[in-house]
C-alpha cells in the first residue's frame, strides 16, 4: 500500500494528500477510486482474517480484528523463527510449567510432556519412559516429583540418554519425596535435583555387606561383618581404604541370640590396631568360669573416618 503516486494530476505535494487554499488558488489533491477501494480493500483483508463480518455502520471492527486471537495464533511448541511470540507462547516457554498432572502406574511421556510437572503417585513399583532425547530440542525439561511409597523407575526410550552428576545410566530411580528436573542436553536428558544426589560421588555408597556410605563434608561410614580368631580379636578388610584415617567406631554382637543366662559377650573397637584399611576389634566371653577370649565368636564394626 502507498500514495496513488503514478496517477496523473491526483494532486500530490511531496507525495502526500493536500488541502484546496482558495486563498492562493490551489485545488487540493484528488482521491481515485482505485487508491480507495485499495484502502478499503486493505482493512476488510484484516477485518475478514480475525473471522468478523464487515458492518458498513460499525466503526471498531479494525481494532477489534487486531485484538482478536485469530490474527495472532500461538507457534508450535518448539517453533524458533521469528514469528511474532504471543504471551501463552512465552509462558509456555519461559515462565511456569505449561501444565501438571499425575501418573498411577507404567508411563511412557511424549514430548508434549516437555514443560509439564508431573507428580508419580501410587502404592507400587513402576516405570515412567522418558521421551527419546535424540527427538527434543536442547533445553526441553520436563519436572518429576515422587509421592509413591515404593521405588519409581525414570528409564530411557533408548540406550543411556539419563545423566545424574555426569554418569550416563539407562534409568535411575526416584524414592518418596525425591524430585527431579530432566533437561535435554548435548543428546542426553540431564538430572537435575535431589533425586540425582545418590549418584553423585560425594554421596557414592556400596550398600551391602561389607559397605560404605561417603558424605559431601568428607566423612565416610564403613560396616563389616566377621568372626573373632582365638585370641579373642578380629581385623577385618574395609571395603574401600579411607583417604586419611579412621576417627572412631564401635563393634558388638552380630548374633546376640547365642548368649544364654549364664554367658554374654564385650566388645570394643581397638581404635590404635585399626588402619585405614583394617578395622579391629576385640571380644571378650564372660561366663561362669571367668572372662576369656574365644574364637569364632561373630561380630559387626561400623566405623568413621575421612
Not at 6 to 11: D, E, F, L
Not at 213 to 218: A, K, T
Not at 229 to 245: E, K, V
Request: net charge neutral; charged share 10%.
Amino acid at each position: 500500500m502507498d500514495y496513488p503516486k503514478n496517477v496523473p494530476s491526483v494532486g500530490l505535494v511531496n507525495g502526500r494528500f493536500v488541502d484546496e487554499d482558495p486563498v492562493a488558488g490551489t485545488p487540493g489533491s484528488l482521491i481515485p477510486a482505485t487508491w480507495g477501494n485499495s484502502v478499503t480493500q486493505e482493512i476488510l483483508n484484516v477485518v475478514q482474517a480475525a473471522g468478523i463480518t464487515p458492518n458498513e455502520t460499525s466503526n471498531n471492527q479494525l481494532l477489534a480484528a487486531l485484538r482478536s486471537p485469530a490474527l495472532f495464533m500461538t507457534a508450535a511448541q518448539f517453533d524458533n523463527s521469528r514469528l511474532a511470540a504471543t504471551t501463552e507462547f512465552v509462558q509456555r516457554a519461559l515462565g511456569s510449567h505449561t501444565s501438571a498432572r499425575g501418573v498411577l502406574s507404567a508411563t511412557q511421556l511424549s514430548l508434549a510432556d516437555v514443560g509439564c510437572s508431573i507428580g508419580l503417585g501410587g502404592n507400587a513399583a513402576y516405570t515412567v519412559t522418558l521421551p527419546d532425547a535424540a527427538a527434543a530440542p536442547s533445553g526441553a525439561t520436563i519436572s518429576l516429583h515422587c509421592r509413591n511409597s515404593a521405588p519409581v523407575t525414570v528409564a530411557s526410550l533408548t540406550g543411556t540418554q539419563i545423566s545424574p552428576q555426569g554418569a550416563a545410566l539407562n534409568s535411575i530411580v526416584m524414592n518418596n519425596g525425591e524430585s527431579a528436573n530432566f533437561v535435554r542436553e548435548s543428546g542426553v536428558w540431564v538430572v537435575y535435583g535431589t533425586a540425582g544426589l545418590k549418584y553423585s560421588s560425594s554421596f557414592a555408597a556400596q550398600i551391602n555387606s561389607p559397605g560404605y556410605q561417603r558424605l559431601p563434608s568428607g566423612l565416610i561410614l564403613q560396616w563389616v561383618v566377621g568372626a573373632s580368631d582365638i585370641a579373642g580379636n578380629m581385623s577385618l578388610s574395609l571395603p574401600m581404604r579411607f583417604p586419611s584415617a579412621i576417627l572412631g567406631g564401635i563393634a558388638n554382637e552380630a548374633n546376640p541370640a547365642g548368649w544364654s543366662a549364664s554367658n554374654a559377650t564385650v566388645w570394643a573397637l581397638d581404635l590404635g590396631a585399626s588402619t585405614p584399611t583394617v578395622a579391629v576389634a576385640r571380644v571378650r566371653n564372660i561366663d561362669p568360669t571367668g572372662i576369656k577370649p574365644s574364637s569364632g565368636i561373630s561380630g559387626r564394626i561400623l566405623v568413621w573416618g575421612y
